[in-house]
Nanobody
Framework: YVQLVESGGGSVQAGGSLKLSCKVSGYIANSYCMAWFRQPPGKGREGVASIWTTDGRTNYVPSVKDRFTISQDNAKNMVYLQMNSLKPEDTGTYYC??????????????WGQGTQVTVS
C-alpha cells in the first residue's frame, strides 16, 4: 500500500520561500522517479520538477528553473521542493507523485493529496 503525503504548504508574500516535503510509505520499486506537480485555481495540472531516485537527475519546467530545487533523501523516503523567489503565479495546489519515470508528464501511478501554496 503506497501512500504519498505532502506537507509544507502555506501562504507567503511574493519573493518569499517555502519548502514542501513528500513522505513516501510503502515499496514502489528499486528504481523509480518522483515529481512535483501543481494546479492553479481553475487551471490544469502541470509538472514542476522531477527527480530520478537512482542517480539524482532532475528536470524543471522553465518557469521555475533557478528558483525551485527538487531533492531527495532516499534513506528517509522523502522528496523535497525548495521554492524561492515565489511569485503570485506559483499559487496552486502542489502534488507529489511517484512511480516509473515520466519526467514532467502527468502519468505517475501514485499521487499525494496535495498541499496548498498561496503567493500574494
Amino acid at each position: 500500500y503506497v501512500q504519498l503525503v505532502e506537507s509544507g504548504g502555506g501562504s507567503v508574500q511574493a519573493g518569499g520561500s517555502l519548502k514542501l516535503s513528500c513522505k513516501v510509505s510503502g515499496y514502489i520499486a528499486n528504481s523509480y522517479c518522483m515529481a512535483w506537480f501543481r494546479q492553479p485555481p481553475g487551471k490544469g495540472r502541470e509538472g514542476v520538477a522531477s527527480i530520478w531516485t537512482t542517480d539524482g537527475r532532475t528536470n524543471y519546467v522553465p518557469s521555475v528553473k533557478d528558483r525551485f530545487t527538487i531533492s531527495q533523501d532516499n534513506a528517509k523516503n522523502m522528496v523535497y521542493l525548495q521554492m524561492n523567489s515565489l511569485k503570485p503565479e506559483d499559487t496552486g495546489t502542489y502534488y507529489c507523485a511517484a512511480s516509473g519515470c515520466y519526467g514532467l508528464r502527468p502519468l505517475y501511478r501514485y499521487w499525494g493529496q496535495g498541499t496548498q501554496v498561496t503567493v500574494s
